[in-house]
């Protein structure tokens, strides 16, 4: 588990008092059947529980292991692709990111319109890879500046580190229309006519 | 053919560019159009364009530009009508 407090609970017995220690360490000041426990050092650790009642000696102990493990904020990403401000970006479209150590993160991608505020839901979320690829089929609108971010994520840990904030440019689309055709006004059948267009 | 829009279609990008006769005001590209003269008729229901020639794009066109083209086309004999739409 991450560091952090958890609360454990064995089934009650009425009227029984409970005794709560860490094997090696302390004892816990809970004296029901369930305790907290704030874990702050990385390791494995034995969550030992007894109970007793005022007619008998006290339970077999149960025992549980905990391990808590290593957590580390992790690093913004770096080296983000497309630049910040590529503009004619046609889809579809990958983005890429570089992590800057090698410990395994996952990643949330965030893109937005520059215009509207930044959404709270990630466009892609728990990603394992370093780049993602915007489908043509993506709903984003051409000659529309975008920003993007990646959040990287610690394992099962809830640490976080929000990337920078980079822009990009969907290329403006041509629109392609015809104008000025001209052609007879009047013909017979069998008549060969010129139909010229613009 | 002109290209108003803001985009500019890239160098290595190709299109058709197709001229239709119609009997009908609005052509109905929701069926495939005839592409025999002989075959088309003007008491075909539902009533399909019939595509009398096609012509590749000329060039590429940056916002803006535009170019001309023309075909020539023989009216089919078997149709006798004064109301088609091009």
């Known amino acids: ?198 | 053919m002109s290209n108003p829009g803001p985009g500019n279609t890239t160098t290595n990008q190709s299109w058709t560019d197709g001229v239709f006769l119609t009997f009908d005001t609005i052509p109905n590209f929701s069926i495939t159009p005839q592409t025999d003269p002989a075959a088309w008729g003007q008491l075909d229901y539902p009533s399909r364009p019939l595509l009398i020639g096609t012509r590749p794009n000329v060039s590429a066109l940056n916002s803006g530009q535009q170019y001309s083209n023309s075909i020539n086309f023989t009216l089919p004999v078997s149709i006798a009508c004064h109301c088609m739409h091009m």
């Open chain 1, 1 to 198: 588990m991450c560091p952090g407090t958890a609360t454990y609970t064995i089934n009650n017995i009425p009227g029984a008092t409970y005794f709560w220690r860490i094997a090696g360490g302390s004892t816990l000041a809970s004296t029901t059947n369930s305790a907290n426990v704030t874990w702050t050092t990385p390791g494995t650790y034995s969550l030992l529980v007894s109970a007793s009642g005022s007619c008998g000696a006290a339970s077999a102990i149960d025992t549980l292991v905990v391990t808590v493990i290593n957590s580390i904020q992790p690093d913004s990403v770096q080296s983000m692709l497309r630049p910040n401000g590529a503009i004619n970006q046609q889809l579809p479209l990958t983005l890429s990111w570089m992590p800057a150590s090698q410990t395994f993160y996952t990643f949330d991608l965030y893109v937005w319109r520059a215009d509207l505020a930044q959404p709270g839901t990630p466009y892609a979320a728990n990603l394992t890879t370093v780049n993602y690829t915007l489908p043509v089929n993506s709903g984003l609108s051409t000659n529309q500046p975008y920003k993007w971010m990646v959040v990287s994520h610690n394992g099962s840990c809830t640490q976080i580190n929000t990337g920078p904030i980079q822009q990009f440019t969907l290329i403006p689309l041509p629109d392609l229309v015809v104008q000025n055709v001209q052609a007879p006004t009047t013909a017979f059948s069998g008549q060969t006519i010129t139909i010229n267009g613009q």
